[in-house]
């Protein structure tokens, strides 16, 4: 079953289109990564997917039930971009919280294993006014995931993460999808995107301007072979061309040393895709 | 039933970690301290004050002085009730507490509910605390009881109950600081309703009197304050009955069932706009 569909979704606030018909599916175990400038409409699509913004026009299913439905819920977790836990609870009350209001059974043993992936079995008991942002925005991650949820929606969810955390999380999304666990991430950081997501999806002014695998989306940015008078750089050249170009070189005596197919990393797709729009 | 009470409970200790409660409690201490000894002053030389004809000195003073207590027991229960309500969907939102909240399967009207709950739960008792409290001050010091014991107490908590929902249904609108003005300013409307009604009951102005009752209907708080006042004196008659209707802080005018009737049918209007309009609040 699709973990969640969005079919012809348009949300308009006031005289400003947030999306404009967009299409979007992510599948049971995928990671799609959702990217764009500030504005272009990705955390009004998550909010969609969650209930909390109603769209003015299409539909979005959670697990098959109408977004926003308590079933949907039932299916999801979410970490908003900007969110609070309030200060004078330790980081096992916020998991008793979520897990209270969510109806997980998990008991301690679920908190304790939520706070172990992301890092946090030490800070228990610690108040959250008493933890770091980044510790803040870790077991946000952690209330995301109380009561298995077969729908992940992170939104930012590594903005304010030091390199290590950030790896952590990186981790912890790689075991999700191993536990067959979907996830729809909303991040600014194209290096990890690039790093841990099946699909990318790329949002402009709110529509969909590129989607696909990453290997789908790079393009092909010349063949470059590295020979005794040096490298060579052919920019037109496609991958099929590499044997017939290190044929002509050897044939021409050169001594080839390496050849590589140059391909466009995921933030010049991006680049090309938003036309220069900054973030 | 079990996350509704989660709800109940996350809001009474949202209250607690910002010391509403010491407060209210520090404030109502410092009110019933004070209004013991007005009572004790005000008793002390009764015997001595020769009132106008007509006027028993004793139901006079007992009741205006209780009175005013009712009227200081309202202004509590209303600031503890603003306190408690004010953020709790727009305010809540905007500080990022709210979201991952509703995006849990409990249901926006559950959330709502459980707030109003909670709300009600701390300040109908606190309400009939203070209330009986002073009832207790002036029966002790000036051996004046009201005619009616239970009732206009849980007038009181019933119409700072109508705050509380007032107050959650301006949250839904509202940024916690505009909805903190709005709802003191309906309440401070009320007021000058009941304040103009006594006015006009002095002038004998039908119009003046017919305008503060439509007033107090429309934020029926402040009718049924009125009536709270009407009922401690419900068995006085004459003079005295007349000058206690031009009561402190708004006229002391029985409306009877109809009020209640009322006022339950305006709770019942007030939560189901507030349910509707946060039902369909994007956030």
Redesign the interface.
């Known amino acids: 079953m699709t973990a969640l569909a969005v079919s012809g979704l348009a949300k308009r606030y006031g005289r400003v289109d947030a999306l404009r018909g967009v299409d979007l599916e992510v599948g049971e175990g995928e990671l799609v990564g959702l990217l764009g400038p500030n504005g272009a409409g990705k955390s009004t699509l998550v909010?969609i997917a969650?209930?909390?913004?109603?769209p003015t026009a299409g539909a979005a299913t959670v697990c098959g039930a109408p977004a926003g439905s308590?079933?949907a819920?039932?299916s999801?977790g979410?970490l908003?971009e900007?969110?609070?836990?309030?200060?004078?609870y330790s980081a096992d009350e916020v998991l008793l919280?979520?897990q209270?209001?969510?109806?997980s059974t998990g008991g301690a043993s679920e908190r304790t294993r939520l706070l172990e992936l992301v890092a946090l079995r030490d800070a228990r008991d610690r108040r959250v006014e008493a933890m770091s942002k980044g510790m803040q925005q870790r077991l946000?991650i952690a209330?995301a995931l109380v009561g298995e949820p077969r729908l992940l929606l992170l939104d930012e969810p590594t903005s304010a993460l030091d390199p290590v955390g950030r790896r952590t999380v990186r981790e912890l999304l790689e075991s999700l999808r191993g536990r067959g666990i979907s996830v729809l991430l909303n991040s600014h950081l194209l290096s990890e995107v690039e790093l841990v997501c099946d699909r990318v999806t790329i949002l402009l002014d709110g529509a969909v301007v590129a989607a696909g695998t990453p290997a789908e989306l790079a393009q092909a940015r010349g063949v470059e072979i590295e020979t005794d008078e040096g490298t060579r750089v052919y920019e037109d050249a496609r991958r099929e061309d590499a044997p017939r170009l290190v044929e002509e070189l050897v044939a021409a005596g050169r001594k080839i040393y390496g050849v590589s197919v140059r391909t466009s990393t995921l933030e010049e797709v991006y680049l090309d895709a938003v036309g220069g729009e900054t973030s | 039933m079990t996350a509704i009470w989660t709800i109940v409970r996350y809001g009474l200790e949202e209250a607690l970690r910002r010391k509403v409660f010491a407060v209210v409690l520090l404030l109502t201490l410092g009110f019933l301290g004070l209004f013991w000894l007005g009572n004790h002053y005000a008793f002390k030389d009764l015997s001595g004050v020769q009132p106008p004809a007509g006027i028993d000195a004793r139901t006079f003073a007992g009741s205006f002085i209780f009175g005013l207590a009712m009227f200081a027991t309202l202004f509590l229960g209303v600031v503890l009730a603003i306190f408690l309500t004010i953020g709790a969907v727009r305010g809540d939102a905007e500080r990022g507490l709210l979201q991952p909240l509703v995006v849990r399967p409990v249901g926006r009207s559950s959330l709502l509910v459980a707030r109003f709950l909670g709300t009600v739960g701390v300040c109908v008792p606190y309400v009939l605390a203070v209330y009986f409290a002073s009832m207790g001050i002036t029966g002790s010091a000036g051996h004046w009881w009201p005619d009616r014991i239970v009732t206009p107490g849980l007038e009181l908590a019933a119409a700072v109950a109508l705050v509380a929902a007032l107050s959650l249904l301006g949250s839904v609108f509202l940024t916690a600081t505009a909805n903190g003005i709005a709802i003191f300013m309906v309440f401070g409307a009320g007021l000058v309703a009941g304040l103009l009604g006594t006015i006009g009951h002095a002038l004998s102005s039908h119009t003046l009197e017919r305008a503060a009752k439509i007033a107090a209907y429309v934020i029926p708080v402040e009718a049924l304050y009125q009536d709270a006042l009407g009922q401690i004196t419900a068995d006085t008659r004459g003079v005295t009955r007349f000058v206690l209707e031009l009561g402190p802080f708004g006229g002391a005018y029985i409306g009877g069932t109809a009020v209640r009737l009322w006022a339950v049918a305006y709770l019942g209007i007030v939560a189901a706009v507030a349910l509707t309009a946060f039902a369909r609040r994007d956030l």
């Open positions: 909010k969650c209930g909390l913004v109603r308590r079933d819920l039932r999801l979410y908003a900007l969110f609070r836990f309030p200060g004078w919280l979520h209270r209001l969510s109806g946000g209330q």
